[in-house]
């Protein structure tokens, strides 16, 4: 019986490559992936998704006001449905996601992250909390080497931004996975980091 799968992480945890991984490995059994992500990220372009580690593949655009139901019934048939950056996708297209894989018995694999910069959950990651059959924590390490659980997002001067719109796209200058203690202090003492090969270090 088909699933739907919650895959998440912290920013750096590799889950784009693993969505990316996980699709080689459908097409290799010679199964049909459908891979989507919301149009919202356009980082790589409307139809590109990319790893931090060069892995990339085509991929479809979905914005927010989509079914994506129709557009599944309207496309060729596939074999699963591999869905980036999902905490982008809107409560209702999460239970879009849902009805396919009771309707259509179709595993349904959703990559992204559980909260964002004020450690908030995303409401497309909330949803799938209530309606996955699987829940999975792609696991990464801060800087001081406890678990990074947090997406700190970062100013152009250094610091740690606590306002702000919920979503702000930005590269591996603008976001930076740390625990729930070094986030905390970097607010608190207002101290300064520094990106140094996808880490963070203190200037002070």
């Known amino acids: 019986m088909a699933k739907l799968y919650f895959k998440y992480g912290a920013m750096g945890s590799s889950k784009t490559a693993t969505a990316l991984i996980t699709k080689y490995n459908y097409e290799e059994r010679g ?3 459908w891979l989507i992500k919301p149009a919202a990220d356009s980082r790589d372009g409307q139809f590109t998704l990319k790893s931090r580690i060069g892995l990339s593949s085509e991929c ?4 927010a006001d989509k079914d994506i139901r129709t557009l599944y019934h309207a496309r060729e048939k596939a074999d699963v449905i591999i869905v980036d950056e999902c905490q982008f996708m809107t409560t209702a297209q999460i239970d879009q996601l849902r009805e396919l894989v009771d309707r259509e018995d179709l595993p349904v694999l959703c990559f992204g992250l559980r909260t964002d910069f004020q450690t908030k959950l995303f409401p497309g990651s909330m949803r799938l909390f209530e309606l996955a059959d699987s829940i999975t924590e792609i696991k990464t390490i801060c800087d001081c080497g406890r678990k990074a659980t947090t997406n700190a997002r970062i100013s152009p001067e250094g ?4 306002e702000g ?4 796209l930005g590269g ?4 930076i996975a ?5 986030y ?3 607010i608190l003492q207002h101290r300064k980091v520094e990106l140094l090969h996808g880490s963070e270090r203190d200037l002070t």
């Open 31 to 33: 199964m049909k992936v």
């Open 60 to 63: 479809e655009a979905i914005s």
């Open 159 to 162: 610091y740690v931004v606590t």
């Open 165 to 168: 719109d919920q979503v702000f």
């Open 172 to 175: 591996n200058d603008s976001y």
């Open 178 to 182: 740390m625990c729930h203690k070094c």
């Open 184 to 186: 905390q202090d970097y």
